[in-house]
């Protein structure tokens, strides 16, 4: 007697056996991670998927699963090129993952960089600690003693500055409390200096004096006075 076999013929795919086998949750919920494309830094997806998993408490293949749903069209494409049953775990997805959109990383800067910035003369407080962060957010593993050295150095010699000299900071998280207090001081001076500015205006408007026109003629010059009409004497 001559048996068939009735099973599903396996898809060819990089996932592996037990990767496919492991059921989904029944209650999960889709990641709201966005799309990876493709030209973007690998490393800030696979952090954003990270910190998503970790809620909905995914197992380990589970997140292969899930993991390929965040990708986009061009990342699909890689993925179904990659070797049959070569993904056994989610590590082995995050490394070549990792290693295959590795041109798109981000550069991360030296902590040195953080020396580089400078307070223009102009700029407010407000917007230094605003660019400051913004450079130091790709700085890794910089300690905060240089974050407090390096910000203290790039600012104006202002009132800040000179209260950051007399009393250091023990970490950045207090320097920027302690900057709070001098940006209000600032903000309203300028604000105060915008309404002076602005009365000084209005009053200038409200008591314009009427403009005098020049007389007429050539270069403002009167005209010659008028001479009489002389009429002949009768003899």
Known sequence: MVTSDSSPERIATPFSQRVLDDPLPKRYQ???????SGTTDPEDHLAKFENA??????????????????????????FKRLP???IRRF????????????????YHKTPWSLFSIKQGPKKSIRAYIKR?????????????????SAFSQ?????????????NPPTNFDLLIERATEFI????????????????????????????????????????????????????
Request: glycine fraction near 6%.
């Open 30 to 36: 889709n990641l709201n991670v966005g799309e990876y």
């Open 91 to 106: 590590r082995d997805f995050h490394k070549v993952f990792l290693h295959h959109f590795s041109s798109n990383r981000r």
């Open 154 to 166: 790039g600012l104006n010699d202002n009132d800040f500055f000179k209260d950051l000299v007399r």
């Open 184 to 235: 209000n001081i600032e903000e309203a001076q300028a604000a105060r200096k915008k309404e002076g500015t602005v009365s000084i205006s209005t009053t200038v408007h409200e008591g314009a004096v009427a403009p005098v026109h020049p007389p007429r003629g050539p270069c403002g010059v009167p005209p010659p006075p008028r001479q009489l009409e002389r009429r002949p004497q009768a003899v």
């Open 53 to 78: 998993s970790l809620l909905q408490q995914f197992s380990d293949r589970v997140k292969c699963q899930m993991f390929l749903t965040t990708l986009g069209r061009a990342a699909q494409r890689w």
């Open 84 to 86: 049959e049953g070569s």
């Open 132 to 148: 400051f962060n913004q450079v130091a957010i790709d700085v890794p593993n910089t300690t905060t003693e240089l974050l407090v």
